[in-house]
């Protein structure tokens, strides 16, 4: 697997390489023709290659990119998912957990992370885990606060973690997507090494054309002495 930018940067490189070793090849058959009795009246001959057609076949293998999300609290979806998470983590510890209703809005701690969510200006990060992490919400919902708010004695540690879990969750489906900025993507050259459980991957045929042209550095000598140098491109 490789980065599709490395993969280019290497075929480009290597038709670079190609192009200097058919110049040099040219200058020596045009020597051997200077110094030949009879083919020195000759013109040496030299190919080029103005035009490069490239069919690559590659499989995608993998895409990384960066999204810049958004947080706007929707109340009653935001109720709704938090109640279906508590719900299921009573049925794993074997109780319940009773739902809450929009009294845990109210609650000062809670207020100032929803406004602190929906001033913030966030940057582009890998994935919606990046967006709010877990920390902030133990932060706020600290043991006396679940306590006081769900009701879950202090000899239920796992329960309590699991609740800032629940409420870690349902703030992160208030995210959405506003942006996303491709940085990589990544690449396997031969499509014929598609192994089983690899049809989810995405096989693309990369059309290439290859237009040449030449660069020329001259170096002049001005009046006063000093060179500078004269890049050309043709």
Known sequence: MI???DYLDYLNSELLEARRRADEAAIATAR????????QHFRAPRFTMPAIKLRLPVRVDDVEERTKYNFHLRPTEFLNGLNDRLAKLGEQHGTVVEPVGEEILQSDRFRNLIVKLEKEDRAYVPGIKHALPLSVVSGVL?????????HVQDSAPELQT???????????????????R????????????MQEG???KLLLELDIDLVEEGVRIRRITQDDGTVREELTID
């Open 142 to 150: 600290t043991r006396p606060v679940i306590r006081d708010t769900f």
């Open 32 to 39: 051997a023709y200077a110094e030949h009795e009879y083919l």
């Open 198 to 200: 690899d049809s989810e």
């Open 182 to 193: 491709l940085d990589r993507i990544h690449v396997t050259p031969q499509a014929g090494s």
């Open 162 to 180: 699991g609740i800032q879990h629940a409420v870690h969750g349902a703030l992160q489906e208030q995210f959405q997507a506003v942006s996303s």
């Open 3 to 5: 980065t599709l930018t």
